[in-house]
């Protein structure tokens, strides 16, 4: 018989580790600050091979400087348990990929391949083929991956819509945030944050394991000042907190605040609201 | 130290009380040996039929005597004949005698040894007037007219009462008239008559300290008294438990020691962990990489029986309890024949049998945990001991974090013994014992990429049954079976909504028979076989291949081939494995014993015949056989009595981790991993207690389980490793004040994964393994000790970019060369302070054990920030204290 603690033990050096030792310092995932991609929305999101699709890069950078992407696609199917095969992201000049265009917006097309040839299917049983970018402002650079789901014909998968973003008072009411003008915020304020997406949002697909389920729309939140006490809300917990406490902007400026929802099968859906700080 | 040859010096003779020409019964040593030995101590002594002596008064016969490992008499020679009338007649009444002794074995460094003796038999014509007169007679001449009472009473140690043994208890009745009698292996004495009155009893002895109580004697009035005594505490080595063959590297523990090393919480099996050879694993998590060998590699058993863990969540304590320990031996390599299927070396564990000298127990508890244990005997040959713990760390954790973690483990294991000795050769034991670890940690990692929640059960319970004879001329047999279920591992992690999961469970029934059969002085056979039968069940839903470590970047090459858990990756599948494994291995060795015992060579074979049926009764259905001959041997030579060299080779192989015969997460071909091991070394005892011991070592591995390069299969036998190295270890053992270990290793262990690829470090390389620990015992009860280690850091993959996945919202790492970047060094300096309360009955203890008191950083992993930009060292405990309390009686 064999002892597997060998195999806990990166596991438990994963979560524990932290927990026991230290928390850690560097600034969360929500906060942004310089270039940062938050999110690639693909349109459809899921397509037979030959198909188009319209790519959506939710590209920031608080500098304001200007932010370009150059994209490729990549051939080279992800082994068990990858998403991406890292040859994929060894460099626009590697022969894995192929140069496809450039542009935050881009209209990509899905190959003529086989669900066979883009590996496994993942836990969702659909299969990718990836779209990475290039991203940057100059002095800065991203990397990210959109990967475009293969059409397997059953039901398509759609991008779930966020309909509105709110914040709940202390009296239970909650109340949109207005798009087009800043919310009025103070130091020290807590917003109760939450968005709504549509009914039709989540939907409901056969699992790898042939389970019968219906999508988990998750929201990601970011935001230019302030912590978060949830950086990811769903069903299960609806509201995040932002605190106006810390890494505040000066007095007379905007917070940018974005919510990114994502289904479980390559869908998103995202959108953005500022706070004035007075 | 091993003691093969003869000790000339060692001379044993029989003090004879005046009877009418008899043997006596009593002996004494003459000649001290070191410490470090013990000589064979006579248990059963057998008097002589007196020939006829002619006009003698007295002859003595001087005899060699070979007293085996088993305490029995190998052999008996006349050295020095009595001579003269009827001299041979009292060489044949002392040989005919002599055969039929039983000794308690000698031992040297702990370890049973055969010595020879040289013992003087004395016969004496009793005389017609006794030497002493009888007490009552003397008192009567002493004190004319004084009444006499008996007297009798048992003398105890403090603070545990078991017996004392060889004390002389005194009354002085008169000046110049001082009555003694001498306390037996219970502890009791006797007074036949004393004169009654006001009287001063004394206790003496080399190994109490002196005491004396007034009594006072009434006639018609016997006394019955219990005494305590202090008993010095001259800490005896752990009696080594009987090994079948010749080990060329071992290390036996001593629990005395073992208890006050800080750092261990007096838990006997964590010390393995400071041992030659064992490098240090983060977090100290309880793993046992061994001469650059895996964790999972190095197999450990308790009583010949094997089991899965051998330490509870994160190494904090060790499954087995302490008190149930009557030996420890570790062997990190090039182990014998007797043992198989593992490529790391060997812990084995030999459980104590109960103590029938009264009923005792224990009670202990800490920030950790609380245990009990009580022992005793039932009948005259029927004793049990029951022992269990359960730890309540869960709740005493949340004061040394303040993380958003939510950790809960908890743990409890129990061991219960029933021990029956129809006769002084034959024992028979019934051990039940197990151990269950729960584990559950909802990870909300703001700032981190994982956002997981972690479950993992894991548990064993083992019923084992052992049966040992000893025959005459030091023929042995010993066989245990055990029957067990094991949930190994169990492992659950969310990632986000989808699940994936790992749950083992094995039925496991074990045997194992081993036989002794010496053929003379200079020969001997060993041979048995050894059985070990599992029904694995293993259901798995995940991602298969090994990932990446998310704090670290490192895969997980040579530590596990088992698949990760990567609930977003492609091939997320599920399955269900029913896999029987059946590995049974017949084996022998010879004992050769040359000039003059010094050098001892011991070729040996180990047959491994290993089956794996799995999916039987499914279209998936596999069965494989394989066979591993597998020769050992090993040779020692002692080059005078402090000097030995040694040296051992063999090959090895052991089954695939049972995950990695599944389908879709392995590969149902792969083969068992193979490898040799070879050894050589020496040891040397400059002076009495003090031990050194050195060795170099070489490993080579081959068909590990790796990661195919295509993933199609997942697994296959590609690996091949080696490691290499050096180690050191001194040792002062204990004093009545001190004791000492200095234990220094050198070592580099390498992986190559496939043909095509380059080599890599092992994860667990540590170049240098530094370890000193020192232990005073102080006046008044308290003892202290300090532990301080030096490791290598351990070597771990640099992250060079990252890229972000837009559909499961996390950046993954993209690595650099394996294992290319070293942690920095890790340094620690542990202290404990026991102070120890002993009353006449029972014993109360407090300690305090300070981990990292100089607080310093060491670094266990790298953690990096969400889009793996900023990195930083995560570091083990600042400082933790440990305060335990502890009841004994």
Not at chain 2, 62 to 72: F, P, S, Y
């Amino acid at each position: 018989m064999r002892r597997r603690l060998s195999w806990l033990g990166p596991i438990l050096l994963a979560v524990a580790g932290p927990s026991a030792c230290q928390s850690f310092p560097d600034p969360p995932v929500s906060f942004v600050a310089g270039l940062r991609v938050l999110g690639i929305k693909a349109e459809p999101p899921e397509v037979p091979a030959g198909a188009t699709s319209d790519l959506t890069t939710l590209a920031v950078d608080t500098a304001g400087n200007a932010i370009t992407a150059t994209w490729t696609e990549c051939f080279v199917a992800p082994l068990p348990g990858q998403t991406v095969n890292p040859d994929c992201l060894t460099g626009l000049s590697s022969s894995n990929s192929q140069a496809i265009g450039s542009g935050l917006d881009i209209t990509v097309t899905m190959p003529q391949v086989t669900a066979e040839s883009l590996g496994s299917p993942d836990s969702t049983g659909g299969v990718y083929f990836p779209f990475a970018a290039q991203v940057t402002n100059g002095a800065d650079e991203v990397l990210p991956v959109y990967r475009l789901r293969l059409a397997d014909g059953g039901s398509v998968n759609h991008n779930p819509a966020i309909l509105s973003l709110s914040n709940t008072d202390s009296s239970g009411t909650a109340t949109p945030l207005d798009p087009q003008s800043p919310m009025p915020v103070t130091t020290g304020q807590k917003l109760s944050l939450s968005v709504t997406v549509s009914p039709d949002s989540a939907e409901s697909y056969v699992r790898a394991d042939g389970t019968n389920v219906t999508e988990v729309v998750t929201t990601s939140w970011f935001c230019t000042a302030g912590e978060l006490s949830f950086e990811k809300t769903s069903d299960a917990q609806p509201l995040t907190v932002l605190s106006l406490d810390q890494r505040l902007p000066a007095p007379g400026s905007t917070i940018d605040l974005w919510a990114v929802a994502r289904d479980d099968r390559g869908g998103m859906d995202y959108t953005h609201r500022e706070l004035l700080l007075q | 130290m091993r003691l093969l040859g003869t000790l000339p010096a060692l001379l044993l003779t029989v003090v004879v009380p005046p009877a009418n020409a008899r043997a006596a019964s009593g002996a004494a040593v003459l000649a001290e040996a070191a410490p470090a030995f013990q000589p064979p101590r006579l248990t059963h002594f057998v008097e002589a039929k007196p020939p006829p002596m002619g006009s003698r008064t007295e002859a003595q016969v001087v005899l060699t005597i070979d007293v085996d490992e088993a305490g029995h008499v190998a052999s008996v020679e006349v050295a020095q004949p009595a001579g003269g009338p009827g001299g041979d007649a009292l060489d044949r009444a002392a040989v005919e005698a002599a055969r039929q002794f039983v000794f308690e074995p000698g031992r040297a460094d702990g370890k049973p040894v055969p010595v020879r003796i040289t013992y003087g038999y004395k016969f004496v014509l009793k005389p017609q007037a006794p030497a002493t007169p009888p007490a009552s007679a003397a008192a009567s001449a002493a004190q004319p007219g004084l009444p006499t009472v008996p007297v009798s009473g048992i003398v105890r140690k403090r603070g545990d009462r078991s017996p004392v043994e060889g004390i002389a208890a005194i009354v002085q009745v008169a000046p110049g008239d001082e009555r003694r009698a001498l306390t037996g292996p219970d502890g009791r004495f006797a007074f036949p008559a004393l004169p009654v009155g006001h009287r001063t009893l004394e206790l003496r002895g080399s190994n109490i300290v002196p005491a004396s109580a007034p009594i006072d004697l009434h006639e018609g009035k016997a006394l019955e008294l219990t005494t305590f005594v202090d008993v010095k505490e001259r800490y005896a080595s752990t009696v080594r438990g009987r090994r079948l063959m010749l080990e060329a590297v071992e290390h036996t523990l001593v629990n005395e020691e073992i208890r006050r090393i800080p750092g261990t919480q007096g838990d006997t099996l964590k010390a393995v962990q400071n041992l030659p050879g064992v490098a240090r694993a983060p977090f100290g998590i309880g793993l046992l990489p061994v001469w650059g060998s895996a964790p999972q590699d190095t197999r450990v058993y308790v009583d010949g029986v094997d089991i899965p863990l051998l330490y509870h969540f994160g190494g904090l304590r060790s499954t087995v309890n302490s008190e149930f320990v009557q030996s420890l031996t570790f062997v990190p390599g090039a182990y014998q024949a007797d043992h198989g299927l593992g490529l790391g070396g060997i812990v084995e564990v030999e459980a104590r049998r109960p103590r029938t000298d009264g009923f005792h127990g224990f009670a202990q508890m800490d920030l950790l945990d609380g245990s009990v244990m009580i022992e005793g005997p039932i009948t005259k040959t029927v004793s049990f001991a029951v022992a269990g713990r359960r730890s309540w760390i869960d709740a005493t954790l949340p004061l040394f974090t303040t993380s958003t973690f939510q950790l809960s483990p908890v743990y409890y294991d129990y061991q219960a013994r029933l021990t029956w000795r129809p006769s002084p050769r034959t024992d028979a034991d019934l051990f039940l014992f197990g151990s269950d670890d729960r584990l559950s940690l909802l990870a909300r990692v703001k700032n981190n990429a994982l956002d997981a929640a972690v479950a993992s059960h894991t548990y064993f319970h083992r019923l084992a049954g052992e049966w040992a004879r000893r025959f005459d001329q030091g023929r042995t047999l010993s066989v245990v079976a055990s029957l067990g279920y094991d949930a190994p591992f169990g492992l659950g992690v969310q990632y986000g909504t989808v699940p994936t999961t790992i749950q083992e469970r094995s039925l496991n029934y074990n045997t194992r028979a081993i036989g002794r059969w010496p053929l003379g002085d200079l020969l001997r056979l060993d041979g048995g076989v050894d059985f070990e039968g599992n029904r694995w069940v293993v259901d798995r839903t995940g991602s298969p291949f090994t990932v990446t470590d998310v704090v670290s970047g490192t895969s997980n090459q040579g530590v596990g081939s088992n698949g990760g858990f990567s609930g977003t990756g492609s091939g997320y599948t599920t399955d269900h494995l029913i896999l029987y494994t059946n590995h049974v291995a017949p084996f022998a060795g010879v004992t050769l014993s040359l000039i003059g015992k010094r050098l001892t060579i011991v070729p040996q074979f180990r047959l491994q015949v290993m089956t794996f049926l799995g999916y039987q009764g499914t279209p998936e259905a596999f069965a494989r056989g394989y066979v591993s001959p597998e020769p050992r041997l090993t040779v020692r030579y002692q080059l005078t009595p402090r000097w030995a060299v040694r040296g051992a080779i063999g090959l090895y192989a052991q089954p695939p981790d049972p995950t990695a015969f599944s389908r879709p997460f392995g590969n149902p071909f792969v083969v068992p991993e193979k490898g040799a091991q070879a050894v050589l070394g020496g040891e040397v005892d400059p002076r009495a207690g003090l031990h050194i011991e050195f060795d170099a070592f070489y490993k080579w591995l081959r068909d590990l389980v790796v990661p195919s390069e295509t993933g199609d299969p997942v697994l296959n036998n590609d690996g091949r490793g080696r490691a290499y190295g050096a180690e050191i270890m001194v040792r002062q053992e204990l004093t009545q004040r001190f004791f000492g270990w200095f234990v220094y290793t050198f070592s580099r262990s390498e992986r190559q994964d496939h043909p095509d690829q380059g080599w890599y470090l092992f994860q667990f390389d540590q170049t240098h393994i530094l370890t000193l620990i020192l232990s005073w015992n102080l006046p008044r009860g308290f003892v202290l000790g300090g532990r301080f280690r030096y490791v290598t850091g351990d070597p771990y993959t640099p992250v060079t970019g990252a890229f972000y996945d837009s559909i499961t919202d996390h950046y993954t790492p993209l690595n650099g060369a394996t294992n290319s970047a070293r942690l920095d060094a890790f340094n620690q300096l542990d202290l404990r302070v026991d102070k120890i309360f002993t009353f006449d009955r029972w014993r109360f203890s407090i300690y305090l054990d300070v981990q990292n008191v100089l607080r310093a950083s060491n670094p266990e992993a790298v953690g990096y920030n969400y889009d793996y930009r900023i990195s930083h060292p995560i570091t083990g405990l600042p400082l933790l204290p440990i305060l335990g309390v502890r009841g004994d009686f």
